[in-house]
């Protein structure tokens, strides 16, 4: 029997119950890590694009533009544009509400993997728990205090893998929540600019009047 194995029966079933956590831990970390990659844009090329568009009252190519697979940075710019003739106040609102909209988006599924980083832990002291009272009653039980080290040891050793087990999910499982934290601080950080760059510009350059046809066409 190789070491991982022996060691994963040596624990008993909850060990198996901890590894599954950190399975769906690493699934949810995946995901995420993924759709983040997805919702990565280059804000600055984008916005640029935009200006081009708009400067020549083009503003079905900009919100296509905005369309076009670039994340939420791109829904941010969008929400924006839709409503430039509507005023500064207007267009402040809709990118900050296109935000709000956002974040939670962001956060889907972030409160299991800090769940599983606190469950873990506990599962395997519970295990290390079991394994205790085990060994208590072998020494419990008539002529206990005659019972010899090696045959509590298979017990000692599977209270310490449970919370070996535990303690290993938890840490794994914390480190990918702030690894995912950390991205979901950046695209925040960058819908923020986004927002306060199409806002500016839109602002500083009013909607002209022949560009209505065009708005409420979308």
């Not at 919370?163 to 819908?191: H, K, N, P, S, W």
């Amino acid at each position: 029997m190789s070491f991982l194995p022996k060691l994963l029966h040596d624990g008993g079933p909850l060990v198996y119950v901890i590894l599954a956590f950190g399975a769906l831990a690493f699934l949810l970390f995946l995901e995420r890590s993924l759709y983040f990659l997805r919702a990565k844009v280059d804000t600055q090329e984008l916005f640029h694009g935009l200006m081009n568009h708009l400067r020549n009252n083009n503003l079905k190519e900009a919100i296509a533009n905005c369309d076009n697979k670039t994340g939420m940075v791109g829904e941010v710019f969008r929400s924006a544009i839709v409503r430039w003739e509507d005023g500064p106040e207007a267009i402040h609102k809709s990118a900050e509400e296109s935000i709000r909209l956002n974040i939670p988006k962001l956060e889907n599924n972030m409160k299991l993997l800090a769940s599983i980083s606190n469950i873990a832990p506990v599962i395997g002291l519970l295990g290390t728990l079991f394994w205790m009272i085990k060994i208590f009653e072998k020494l419990g039980h008539p002529g206990g205090q005659f019972v010899a080290t090696v045959a509590l040891a298979g017990e000692m050793k599977g209270a310490l893998v449970c919370t070996a087990a535990g303690l290993i999910v938890a840490l794994a499982a914390q480190l990918f929540y702030f690894l995912l934290l950390e991205q979901i601080d950046r695209i925040v950080l960058e819908m923020n600019k986004a927002a306060s760059e199409i806002c500016y510009f839109l602002c500083s350059n009013p909607a002209r009047k022949d560009e209505a046809g065009e708005k409420q066409a979308e």
